[in-house]
């Protein structure tokens, strides 16, 4: 390889790896999979290796076509850790057919029918004293909190999951991913 030759690689090399950067500021990472703005909830959360059991329970429930369409929606989404800990037999038991309801009602109490970016609701703990209660689509009401930095919700259980990805942009709202499976009373 000649000198120009060598120098004009070294400069494509360069120019690659400052547009992967800048990708993956764009386009966060979850569950090993960038997240797209341009997609929407659906479409990016099936890539993610995070977060099958979310999807499947998704499906299951019916949900697929709601949570692809228009929004905004907000959606605290649990990690399969999160879905692992919750009692043995317990996603099984939500899976089957007969209990779609129970499971419908699981995974809209982590849905929130708004577009709310981590600021948004940092913003609304600040002004109500240090914690704010949010309705979800599935009736639920949570408790969100923060503390050094990082938000918490509480669920009417009194469970509390944490936040460990936050604002990852969709077409169609926005996702925060959880550590805990939230669940109604």
């Known amino acids: 390889m000649g000198k120009l030759t060598a120098g004009i690689f070294a400069g494509l090399l360069a120019l690659t790896a400052l547009g992967g950067t800048a990708m993956a500021k764009d386009n966060p990472m979850v569950g090993g999979a960038p997240m797209y703005a341009n997609k929407n909830i659906i479409e990016n959360a099936v890539n993610s290796k995070d977060h099958t059991t979310l999807v499947a329970a998704v499906k299951a429930a019916g949900l697929v076509e709601t949570l692809q369409g228009k929004g905004p929606f907000t959606v605290f989404a649990p990690t399969n850790e999160a879905f692992a800990a919750l009692p043995k037999g317990t996603v099984d038991t939500l899976l ?40 979800t689509v599935g009736g639920c009401v949570l408790t969100v ?18 936040v460990t990805i936050a604002d990852v942009k969709q077409s169609n709202g926005v996702i925060h991913v959880i550590d805990k499976v939230l669940l109604p009373k």
């Open 96 to 135: 089957k057919p007969e209990n779609k309801a129970t499971l419908t009602k699981v995974l809209t109490c982590h849905v929130v029918a708004a577009d709310a970016m981590s600021a948004t609701i940092k913003k609304m703990i600040k002004d109500d004293g240090g914690a704010h209660k949010v309705k």
């Open 145 to 162: 909190s923060q503390k050094g930095g990082k938000i918490s919700i509480k669920d009417e259980k009194g469970n509390v999951a944490h």
